[in-house]
Every structure is written in C-alpha cells, then in structure tokens.
C-alpha cells in the first residue's frame, strides 16, 4: 500500500473512533491548562494508528501527541495528532480532526488529514498535489497580507510582552481574523480558499507539519520564522506569508 493510501485510511479510522467514543461519552483531563485537555479518544486513537504503523512500517519512527516516542532505522518518522481541537472536539464543536504526517531526514513528504464531522479527507505534500476525497484541490490563490482572511490562536497570557506586540503587528495588518481551534483544520481551510495565511508561535511537529504539507501540496507555503523569543508557524498565500514574518520580525 503506498504511503498516502496508508495515511489516509490512518486518519479516517483514527477520526471513526474518536467519534464514536465522543458518541458514548468521555472524561476529560486537562494537561498543561484548562483550554489543553486530552481524553480516552486521543489515546485510543494514537494507539489505534500506533498499531497499525507499526505492523506497515515497522522500520520508521513514530511520535504522537499522546506520549508514543517509537524508534526506527529508515530515516522516516510519522508524527501523530489523533484528536487535532481536543477542547472544541470534548465541547461539541465540530472544527476538530485526525491527522499526520510522513517527514524524511530532509523534510515533510505528506500530511493526512480527516475531519469526521464531514467525511472529508485531506491529503498531500510537497511532491504530492493536494485532494479533497481524492479530488484535486486548486491551486491557492496568492493575496497580499491586507487582503487575506487570518487564522490563528494565541493564549491569553502571551497577550501582553513581546509575544503579544508581534502578535499584534501581524494581525494589524490583515483584512480579517478567525480563531476556530484546530490548527491542522485551520489549514485545511486555507488549502481549500476560504482563509488565507495562519500563524502561530511554539507549534509542535504533530501541529505543523500535517497542515503544511497539504498546504504545500496546494501551492501555498510554510515558514518558521524565530520572531520575539520564541518560533511562530506561518503558512498560506506566499505574498500573506511572508508579509507576515516581516510583521514579526520587526521591531
């Protein structure tokens, strides 16, 4: 089975399964603060891809977001995020999905992504032109950074110091801002036209990468760029993106 039929049946039994557990009821606990939770869903399906990897692609690492930290020997390692928009997913909001990602030693080669409440399925990469249920998706269009729609999120205690003024110079200069709690959702609305640029600082792999590499396989771009201490994720429309890293990074 090639790599991308592999992904994306991955996502939509990962997503099948959260959904339905949501279906029968779950408890939560919170992680590092009352917005970042992780229920028996998350766990059960990280396990459930675990497992499933691990008899396909025995020789590649995986990392999940649940704790799964699996060595291996072939230069290629899949980063898991089971249940993407934990706290929307637990407060039954809908904007939450299942994803990875397949990165080499040099960079991403595909991201997946399933959002169940629709039945929709993303998949692509670099190298790997972008579907919608197997369906091409278009080319993104590029807009400068004053006419596109952002995505985004950023805690409210970053709000003030100099995590919050870049913050603030990016989304200064942007037609319009959404904040919908699912980065790899947010992504997969800027693969499809309907937002624009998304940035955000202190994104891990399982985060990142998937939504960027449908991203990339759409026409668009991704950076990280090291603005105010810390590393912010930007990715879209190519002129939206690198205005704002330039809205970051300056002072």
Known sequence: MRDEQLAADLVREAGSLAAAMLAEGLDVEAKTHVSDV??????????????????????????????????????????????DGTYNFHRGLDWWCSALALADEEDVVL???????????????????????????????????????????????FYDGEVGAAFMRAV???ATLRMMGSGSMDCMAIAQGRCDVL????????????????????GGVSRVVHAAGVDWHVAGAPTAVEEACAALLSR
Request: charged residues 20%; proline residues 10%; contains cysteine.
């Open 38 to 83: 992780v229920t028996a869903a998350d766990k059960a399906a990280e396990r459930l891809i675990v497992e499933r990897l691990r008899a396909e692609r025995p020789d590649d690492a995986i990392v999940g977001e649940e704790g799964t930290d699996h060595p291996g020997t072939s230069g290629r390692q899949w980063v898991i995020d089971p249940v």
């Open 111 to 157: 991201g997946a992504v399933h959002h169940p409440r629709s039945g929709t399925t993303y998949v692509g990469g670099p190298g790997l032109p972008s579907t919608r249920n197997g369906a091409p998706l278009a080319k993104i269009g590029d807009v400068p950074l004053a006419r596109a729609c952002a995505t985004t999120y950023l805690h409210p205690p």
């Open 172 to 174: 200064s200069g942007v």
């Open 199 to 218: 940035f955000q600082h202190t994104v891990p792999d399982w985060d990142r990468l998937p939504g960027a590499a449908i991203i990339r396989g759409a």
